[in-house]
């Protein structure tokens, strides 16, 4: 059932035009009042998730509460009256982008963490990734009895823990994972646990972190950073933790694979400042534009970054060429989420209510713009047309990733296969249409390189997942597949 | 999981002194645009709830939407931006007081009506009345796997729809209330039936009425009225119609029984200008002033009504006694729900905010004052003290109902048993607790000779249910029973 | 410059056929936080005015402060943290219904009271009335470099007061009030006084009350009795009353002339439980109805009040007429101001969403209608056609008040001339337009009459301003004559 | 009188630790929808008033509108149902931060633009700057029979226009504005005129813009470009135009000065990609840099800028250097102007929610900080600290604008002079006080020389206004001597 959410959401000028993250989760326990760490945590995450937002706490008096809202955390977790109703030492928390089931159209219902109340006590629940089999989990849910309140494939999850014949959560929550397909990292908790998983092949990341007495798991390090948190250590993939008063308890509840990190977040979805396999996310960033210079060198003089996430690569880019590095574009930093453009002529606008070009600098220069990605190529269009309007002599695209020519069904929003550029053009093809001097994307062993793996991509065991770019699929999409989703033929 | 209210209730400076109406159920099926006629309906029945009101529609081509909010339907449901939101020719709608599981902390997740998605397609419920073993078919429930989402007893209902094994929704929810104990109305529908069932004793009302090419179900009369609807019959006790396109279809899932309909809607829940059971209710209302001023006759100059709903008593007990009738307090037509008094000084005011004893009529004079219940008494001795205040000579009370000294579980929030006066006073006993010259209440019999049975009670086959006075529970009131209830003893 | 109000108000069904009070006044000096005084006066004094309301209070540390909010007292005036804001012993408000400059499209700025900072110190005014000749003042104002920041005539009131060369505030306003003419009745504060005076007529009401060791002055006796105030006295026509620690002082600073109180405020405007000039309103309009009973009886089986407004007057044509009282009509107490109808159809179903028919009562009855006045006729027919389709056997109106054949231009929305429905037909015409079997008004004399002047009317000097009735406009409406409006000719 | 403010606005954790510009004003004539052009340059004007803005357009039929907000241009200016309500060829907008009368509670009568009712028609009028001898203005105002309505400086040149005896209203703007004292850029309109003023010295911005048929003025070029409009020229030092449908006309109503434009706009105020006396603002930003590696070198392993007004000197202080640039400090883009913390434990995190240093990156490296500036200290502490927890070796700061020992009175929300570091510190005092290895500022020459003086400051008569660096005003603050500031000794 459709329910509208309370408030509208329009896009960003060029929010059509990149890959988002759909989720982040944060979770902590034996500190007082947790859930205003867990608001911490959540701003800290926001990138991952800009929709809207939700947390549950647990009070041994006061019981579970949750409060769940659209919009930022700033906006809503912050305020001392809605903090007050979620008192207690143990509480998770949930950013979102959006569903699988209804895009753009969020109901507060969709809204995680999810709530079951079971015989042995309640259990909230918040998922990062996604569930590849849930259409058909919740086929055979429904057919048995359960009423879903969401069109949330996560919701899948509590529904089977329900169902366990299990004594305990923890143990529900491992029968219900590995009915599961797709990519999880899931933080959960009970009156008394929190709990952590991530899938056999580690798709999405999620951190552990010691604050005072007590502990926290968030998507990234930087969550840990807010409140003061030390980094311990990532929780492993195939892992479940859970973690009481009398401490952290390890399981490995599935089968054992080979990892499959998702190299995308190291891209694009991971804030710099955050750390993921032992690596500093900006200096990955960095390390892509020195790869980008050494692959596809130009002659210019200046280079500038695509504001806000090309400026690690156009740094290294800068330092690695020699040619100056510079604030081509400012970004304007109060440029929210909406801006509803009043009438046509404003709308045709758009672009220039977020960014705007240094015009003094630009005049008759050789200009290399460094981007991190192209989806649908609409943003690059803008973003070149507004540098000849500004009188640049020369415009040349580098691209601190591979071409994106496929959908990624494991979390992450990505337009239909037909839709992003680079599935349907040569490199050579997106350089006319864009309408630029030159257009270079790194390649896949360069950004493998980057990422620190020497010897670039290892195409019989891949060292990450992928998919995205090289259209290889470490778990069958099987929901896809259903609705006739074709996979890459084999070579 | 508790979910505060997105705002606080506060009730009336007397409205814990009265007893409170859970609840109004309608529906509508081969109309356009439904939902503005539920709201309609609603906006009718919200006498029967005040804190909150929900629609559920359906469109062939845009499914199933809903809406709930807090608040009067009136400030919700009749802005154009809502209602465009729930299209479709069938639509049902449900306003509110609050629930058994959380008593003046109601979450937005507690308003019906319920959804439930089942393989067959959606249906929607919406409940009038209390499931008096709610909390034996809850815990069995989540036992076998069922995630409740609210802390309604309605929402057994629909879980029990959800694991029938019949084939279609108006068989699952006959298998459903067969499980079910207690006073139901309930008015549901699927993407293409509107269904209403009445419990077998018909605790409380449900009428059937004809609006054009299509059907509306209501709780009462003046929600026929609103819309123009034609007022066709009652559903009857044990009753369930299916209607459709085809027409109406009429089953007797259950039992036969005796009906025994709740005589405190003809006293004080039901709108004076609805009919219940082929009579008016404002001329039960009067008759029962009348049948008060031969039980109870006094000298006095004036019979003023305690507003709004000792009026019609008042008429009678005047035209009976030839005694005039006066407007001695007079109500405050702009104190609605909410007057979060500032400061103490003025909180001690309260009484003031709602009433004003007109000065110039009541000073010397002997007033009979008609209110329609005393519950706690607290109401009682704040006008006492008002008319007193004003110069009144003599303060005579007359009631218009027997003496509430039982709690009600189907369906009325009532006090627990010892907070009602009567349950621990004699008539005598409360005259001076209340410190009046006299007070009288109408007498059972007296009660039922007004609502047209002109030999009174038939004690050995009550007519009525009439728990509330007489401690007579026509249904075990199970859960309460399991929580230390004790009932009459036998006499 | 308009400034458009922050919410819109629409109307109630009927709110365009009835004349409105345009606004209440309300100030009170000595007691500890005078605001939480100021908004309960207010709220009783709602009806004279429901689309604004503004406080002004001074406190010796945190100097002025005021607040302004379109809607309801109770919804603004009610919450804590708005009324801590407004702290310290002395504070006057204002209820406004809608001003003379800026009709339905009130801005906030033309929300009372105004506020003038002199050379002296603050002042603050809340004005009930309206100023005859504010536009040619306004006019001058401005030529001399007045900045005007609404389009309310009262703020003229406090320009004369800014460029009055007296050294202190209360002659500045005698000064200003000398220059002005029309209805006035002006509460009105400084640092440590308490002002309220009347225009030379009286036209508009003003009471003074005492509460603790404070005083308190207000529209109408129901605004000392909801704070527990007692009533002192009427401030007199033409008086000024100046009330500070050390107690009151009385002024006449103008011409004394014969006072001419509205006679309309016994007949609709003022609450019921008020004292006028000595007189119970309730009682004035009871009254109204024994001498409708005499001036115009008819053979019938129930007398109606079309709620709520005729309800004395029928209960007084009842008793006269011996024929019974009934409710023939309901009320819809949840009928706010705003049903915003979201389809066509379900807009004609207007006066539904307020009244509804008590059919089982009406059906086959005689029934007499009293409603207070007639303006425009649209009500009148509306309701004779819910009585007839209810199946009444025959309708008969009766009509509290005379004729309104008159524009009111003293404080009252009225509709244009042409309009008013008794401005254009004969009584006989007017029942035949309305389509009743009779209708007749109240004698002008019989009107006097019931507000105790045995005579009737002295045509000689008219005991009350009753222009609306009779053209006979006691103070000149200069604006409106420069405007082009015609006085009634000398006959 | 106060007014609160509709909302509380906190600061940011590090607002009270930089100058903050007052206001930005903006205006276009002669296209369709005004107001939606004025939204949009209030939008890019946003850095220099975060606190609230303004809009007034004018429409021959609909006469003059306003709307004033709270908050942020982009969530109130844009949404059609306001827009819709400022129709019209003519418009002026103001962004404001607070003015001289009610710091951090602005109420929203004190939101800029003013507009006054003259004989000869409206006007409405917005203004950067502050009027050093407003308070005197206001006296003599106030004794003359003036009513203020705001605390702004501002509102004097709106009065002393009403009370000019000039017959057209430019002619009243010079008459008034030769009256006031001080720094003052000025957009104005009437029904028909768009008027922009700078006062002799032209402390503040303002440019000229052509828009298709129409024109623009704005306090930035940047405010042109997001409407797409042509940079024309900047409006000179003590000049007036007024343009209407017959074109622009220039007027010199000001006895002729040397101008002092405020240095401060180049080095934080304005945005970096406007153009301020023919330079680019972040050209003369990175050139502060380079001058400052030439004038404080030090041996390090990463220049990082302290984000993001520091980042334009740190990219030249990096290429003047040869120490590689980096991103050491990250900012949350999610982080909004409020964050109100609910517990003093998560208070005390404060810095942590707007920064997160990039520990990778910082660890066991010689980091140089380059900031903007050096207000209280306070924000260059805490900074301090994060690089030391994340193991930075050595930290040095370095300051792109010389040390600020004196308040700003002409337009810039400045700390008391005790309160500045500078006031009361030497640089070596500062370095220990912060507690870092070396802090440098830029000399006042160096600062100079980045602006364009080739030769630097010339002391006999200065370029700029630098009077916060120097404390040589350039006007004398007459209100501020009044209430007792002492003036820098002569030396």
Redesign the interface.
């Known amino acids: 059932?459709?329910?509208?959410p309370a408030q509208p959401f329009r896009s960003h000028p060029f929010d059509d035009d990149k890959l988002k993250e759909e989720c982040g989760v944060f979770g902590v326990i034996g500190v007082?009042?947790a859930a205003?760490?867990v608001?911490?945590g959540m701003?800290?995450l926001?990138?991952r998730g800009?929709e809207a937002g939700g947390i549950?706490a647990h009070d041994p008096v006061?019981?579970?509460?949750?409060?769940r809202r659209f919009g930022?955390?700033?906006?809503n977790f912050?305020?001392?009256s809605l903090?007050?109703?979620l008192p207690g030492p143990i509480g998770i928390g949930h950013v979102r982008y959006s569903t699988a089931g209804s895009k753009g159209n969020t109901a507060i219902r969709d809204v995680q963490p999810f709530?079951?109340?079971?015989?042995m006590g309640?259990c909230a629940i918040a998922h990062n990734g996604n569930i590849t089999n849930a259409a058909a989990l919740r086929?055979e849910l429904?057919?048995?009895?359960?009423?879903?309140?969401s069109s949330s494939d996560s919701e899948c999850i509590?529904?089977l823990m329900?169902?366990s014949i299990q004594k305990n959560i923890p143990e529900r929550m491992k029968d219900a994972l590995r009915r599961v397909e797709g990519a999880f990292s899931v933080v959960a908790m009970t009156r008394t646990k929190l709990i952590g998983v991530r899938d056999p092949l580690g798709v999405r990341p999620l951190v552990l972190g010691r604050v005072g007495e007590g502990w926290a798991l968030s998507s990234e390090t930087?969550g840990l950073?807010?409140?003061?948190a030390e980094f311990i250590r990532e929780i492993d993939p195939g892992e479940m933790v859970v973690i009481d008063a009398k401490g952290i308890e390890s399981f490995r509840p599935f089968e054992q694979r080979k990892s499959r990190f998702c190299i995308f977040e190291h891209v694009y979805f991971s804030?710099?400042?955050s750390?993921l396999g032992g690596?500093?996310v900006?200096?990955t960033r960095?390390q892509i534009g020195v790869e980008l210079a050494k692959e596809a060198p130009v002659e210019a003089d200046l280079v500038c970054p695509v504001p806000?996430s090309g400026?690690?690569a156009a740094?290294g880019y800068s330092?690695e060429s020699g040619i100056?590095?510079?604030?081509g574009i400012?970004r304007?930093?109060?440029?929210?989420r909406?801006?509803?453009?009043?009438?046509e002529?404003?709308r045709n606008?758009g672009v220039?209510?977020k960014l705007?070009?240094?015009?003094?600098?630009i005049k008759g220069k050789r200009i290399i713009l460094v981007d991190d990605s192209v989806v649908r190529g609409t943003t690059s269009m803008k973003i070149k047309e507004m540098i000849l309007d500004a009188g640049a002599a020369e415009v040349h695209f580098r691209i601190a990733s591979p071409p994106t020519a496929w959908p990624c069904f494991y979390g992450v929003d990505t337009p239909e296969k037909e839709k992003l550029l680079a599935s349907t053009m040569t490199e050579d093809e997106m350089r006319d249409f864009i309408g630029v001097d030159s257009l270079k994307f790194i390649s896949l062993d360069g950004l493998y390189r980057a990422a620190g793996e020497a010897k670039g991509r290892d195409n019989a065991s891949p060292q990450y997942c992928d998919a995205c770019f090289s259209g290889d699929y470490p778990v069958a999409p099987s929901d896809q597949l259903e609705k006739g989703f074709q996979l890459k033929a084999a070579e």
């Open positions: 059932m459709r329910q509208l007082a009042d205003n760490f608001a911490l701003h800290a926001q990138h800009q549950v006061e019981g579970f509460n949750s409060a930022y955390v700033r906006d912050t305020k001392a903090m007050e109703t709530f079951g109340e079971f015989s309640g086929r429904i057919e048995r009895g359960s009423i879903f309140q509590i529904h329900a169902r930087c950073d807010i409140i003061g804030r710099p400042d750390i690596r500093s900006y200096e960095r806000d400026t690690p740094i330092q100056p590095y510079a604030m400012i304007n930093q109060y440029m929210g909406t801006f509803i453009e009043p009438t002529q404003i606008m220039r209510l705007n070009v240094n015009r003094g600098l």
